[in-house]
């Protein structure tokens, strides 16, 4: 799902984050579930999806961090 959707976006960059005990980044996000997307714009987070299932949610996330116009 998230690859189809990030082909409509070749300019957001996707940055896989594997976390495990010990290890703090996910938790610092609030991460809980598996998979979850943080979709970050200007260093701020813009859009949240956890555990997606389809490729809408996912289309309308990354539209928020690289609409059309920029």
Known sequence: LLAAALAEHPRV???KIADASGRRLGRS?????WPT?????GGKEAAR???PRETEPIAQALGRI???DR
Not at 29 to 33: E, H, I, R, S
């Open 13 to 15: 960059r996707h940055i």
């Open 29 to 33: 996000f609030g991460v809980k579930l």
């Open 37 to 41: 997307l943080v979709f970050l714009s």
């Open 49 to 51: 999806l956890v555990r």
């Open 66 to 68: 690289d609409p059309a």
